[in-house]
């Protein structure tokens, strides 16, 4: 008996050894190296998962299948329609589209933001559009592009200006305010900075957490606390259309 459990032992301790080095010589695999092509992007059509068609991308991006024009969502041609009137990429109206409701024209959040844009009421009333007629997937995608029209205007950016920097500065407006984003302008114009680097006017953006930023004179709209939430969007926002530009033809 003893001998038996001795050599049982024996057995489970060079089996173990030998499953670590087979670690070590082939690292592990994981459901993200296959699934992470997938299942991020929200397309229509799924994107193979092949290590034979998939360029690698940042961390911070997916890797996708580049070959073929693939749908994003069921709400493209309305994309497209309001991306005609309005000038912008209908990609990036799918990108905001996502990170707003993930699709789903019926979500409404806390604050009351409702529809595949998460459109606020006030919004919706800036337009003339009634709550429930802007609820409608169409025209809440409308509503928002001519919002981003707006904002853009508002920015009153020259054009030298990036389009990323454009574009970073008009996300950061949609999510978190135009009102804090031209508060942010004006302190980097204040100190000596380009107010139309999104560079500098997130880091403004952040200081107007601080009471010395945020009581200076030239702010009008208060102390800002929503600096993680912009960043994040603006970045993500960004790195869906690049992959949405990659699957989807103009």
């Given at each position: ?44 059509s799924t994107v193979e998962a092949t290590t034979s ?7 911070t991006t997916v890797a996708v299948k580049k070959s073929?024009?693939?749908s994003i969502s069921a709400y493209d041609d309305m ?172």
């Open positions: 008996m003893f001998k038996k459990t001795v050599l049982t032992v024996s057995f489970l301790t060079v089996l173990a050894i030998f499953i670590s080095s087979e670690r070590l010589l082939n690292p592990a695999q994981s459901a993200f190296q296959y699934d992470s092509v997938q299942t991020i992007l929200p397309l229509v068609n998939v360029t690698k991308a940042p961390a073929g024009n693939r994309m497209r329609r309001a991306a005609a009137e309005s000038g912008h990429d209908w990609r990036l109206l799918s990108a905001i589209a996502y990170h707003e409701s993930r699709f789903n024209p019926e979500a409404v959040s806390k604050v009351g933001a409702f529809g595949l844009m998460q459109i606020m009421p006030r919004v919706a009333e800036q337009f003339n559009v009634p709550q429930e007629e802007a609820f409608e997937p169409e025209m809440n995608i409308r509503l928002a592009s001519k919002l981003l029209n707006k904002i853009n205007r508002s920015l009153k950016l020259s054009d030298s200006v990036s389009e990323e920097d454009r574009l970073s500065l008009m996300l950061a407006s949609y999510v978190g305010g135009i009102g804090h984003v031209r508060d942010a302008q004006r302190l980097a114009a204040k100190h000596s900075e380009d107010p139309e680097k999104w560079e500098v006017v997130s880091r403004y953006l952040e200081l107007k957490g601080q009471p010395e930023y945020y009581e200076d004179s030239v702010v009008r709209c208060g102390r800002f606390t929503g600096i993680k939430q912009t960043l994040a969007y603006v970045r993500n926002v960004k790195s869906h259309y690049d992959k949405y530009c990659e699957v989807a033809t103009h």
